[in-house]
């Protein structure tokens, strides 16, 4: 139950686009179809923002998309705003087990 | 409202034992796979445990595997972890959280903390 490798940081200017990666293996992100993404502000608890690779809860703005390719997800937010500042967490079902990326803090500069 | 409050955290020594607690509202508990999560001081998050809708399949993680026990009382619409044999390693923030294969709604989280 490795953690999934997500780069440390990210950043960008408000209005531009980032994208985060999340690399795993064939046993997890490369094999489900059960990968989410989550947004946590500091002393908050995390939010969910993408579920089943690519679908997004009632509520979250469109701004946020994902998409996979082989062992390698990825979460971009378009159109960056400052309330998208935040640490963004990665997730894998696969078979009986869950497990978490590394997590990526996003800077809107 | 869709609601979960988690408690029961605290301060315990080596060896020791807490349960936490998580209360559900505002949706169906009885039809909902629940999970717990944490978080270490300054860490990202871990999973921990998950349960079905009927308490008939249960996962956990293997740093956690034989010293703790999810369980849940649908009559109740609660949540609970049974942790035994606590370690310093698992101080922490631990979440409550709902669903099986994603977790949708989170609880604020209860601190667990392991020390003589």
């Known amino acids: 139950q490795s953690a999934l490798t997500q780069p440390p940081s990210a950043s960008g200017s408000p209005g531009q686009s980032v994208t985060i990666s999340c690399t795993g293996t064939?046993?997890?992100?490369?094999?489900?179809?059960?990968v989410s993404w989550y947004q946590q502000h500091p002393g908050k608890a995390p939010k969910l923002m993408i579920y089943?690779?690519?679908k997004r809860p009632s509520g979250v703005p469109d701004r946020f998309s994902g998409s996979k390719s082989g062992n390698t997800a990825s979460l971009t937010v378009s159109g960056l705003q400052a309330v998208d500042e935040a640490d963004y967490y990665c997730?894998?079902?696969?078979?009986?087990?869950?497990?978490f990326g590394t997590g990526t803090k996003v800077t809107v500069l | 409202e869709v609601q979960l409050l988690e408690s029961g955290g605290g301060l315990v020594q080596p060896g020791g034992s807490l349960r936490l607690s998580c209360a559900a509202s505002?949706?169906?508990?009885?039809?909902?796979?629940m999970s717990w999560v944490r978080q270490a001081p300054g860490k990202g998050l871990e999973w921990v445990s998950s349960?079905?809708?009927?308490?008939?399949?249960?996962n956990y993680a293997d740093s956690v595997k034989g010293r703790f026990t999810i369980s849940r009382d649908n009559s109740k619409n609660t949540l609970y972890l049974q942790m035994n044999s606590l370690r310093a390693e698992d101080t922490a923030i631990y979440y409550c959280?709902?669903?099986?294969?994603?977790?949708?709604?989170w609880g604020q989280g209860t601190t667990v903390t392991v020390s003589s």
């Open positions: 959280a709902k669903g099986w294969f994603d977790m949708d709604v």
């Open positions: 505002g949706f169906t508990f009885s039809t909902s796979g």
């Open positions: 349960i079905i809708s009927n308490g008939g399949n249960t």
């Open positions: 064939s046993s997890d992100v490369g094999g489900s179809n059960f």
């Open positions: 089943e690779v690519t």
């Open positions: 997730s894998s079902y696969a078979g009986s087990n869950h497990v």
